[in-house]
T-cell receptor
Framework: KNEVEQSPQNLTAQEGEFITINCSYS?????LHWLQQHPGGGIVSLFM???GKKKHGRLIATINIQEKHSSLHITASHPRDSAVYIC?????????FGTGTRLKVLA | GAVVSQHPSWVICKSGTSVKIECRSL??????MFWYRQFPKQSLMLMAT?????????EQGVEKDKFLINHASLTLSTLTVTSAHPEDSSFYIC????????????FGPGTRLLVL
């Protein structure tokens, strides 16, 4: 069993839909990161969470430390949100990467 | 802020040659830089952790003599793939940790290496 599990692995949505990506982890962590990898390969850090909830624009990330679970929500999805979303818990500064969720938003 | 650059963005080389990839933090000091490789449709795999002024720490299974890492300053780390072979063809990404910013890593745009 992987230390970090993401679901779904692939997701196709229509523009405007509300999207949720889930991440479960089995290791002890000090923080959890959500990353976005664009088709060209570049990676952007979206959030770093250690508790609760964070919001940035149309993106919302939550974490439940006791349940070792985090979710990334995208409201009013847009084709430009198409990317791979990666959950990466961290401890002692190293990231442990999930397998990623490949999101495609259709116009 | 927190921009990391990589150079080159892509490189094609002949088998047996060595390739150097640079990773720079442009607007912050990075005491720690990380080197990853990524195969198509797979997750990032940590190769090594590079600390300024000291030897890099390599992950299990990564040959230190094959992948030479130098972190000579607070803004520059280099990865040299020595005697490259076709199986070294991959996407190499670096990231840098801003010591003022806790655990967040800032990622470079990546370097695509194709060894013929």
């Amino acid at each position: 069993k992987n230390e970090v599990e993401q679901s779904p692995q692939n997701l196709t949505a229509q523009e405007g839909e509300f999207i949720t990506i889930n991440c479960s982890y089995s290791v002890g962590i000090s923080a959890l990161h959500w990353l976005q990898q664009h088709p060209g390969g570049g990676i952007v850090s979206l959030f770093m969470l250690s508790s609760g909830k964070k919001k940035h624009g149309r993106l919302i990330a939550t974490i439940n430390i006791q349940e070792k679970h985090s979710s990334l929500h995208i409201t009013a999805s847009h084709p430009r949100d198409s990317a791979v979303y990666i959950c990466a818990p961290s401890g002692t500064y190293k990231y442990i990467f999930g397998t990623g969720t490949r999101l495609k938003v259709l116009a | 802020g927190a921009v990391v650059s990589q150079h080159p963005s892509w490189v094609i080389c002949k088998s047996g040659t060595s390739v150097k990839i640079e990773c720079r933090s442009l607007d912050f000091q990075a005491t720690t830089m990380f080197w990853y490789r990524q195969f198509p449709k797979q997750s990032l795999m940590l190769m090594a952790t590079s600390n300024e002024g000291s030897k890099a720490t390599y992950e299990q299974g990564v040959e230190k003599d094959k992948f030479l890492i130098n972190h000579a300053s607070l803004t520059l780390s280099t990865l040299t793939v020595t005697s490259a072979h076709p199986e070294d063809s991959s996407f190499y990404i670096c990231s840098a940790r801003d010591r003022r910013d806790g655990e967040t890593q800032y990622f470079g745009p990546g370097t695509r290496l194709l060894v013929l």
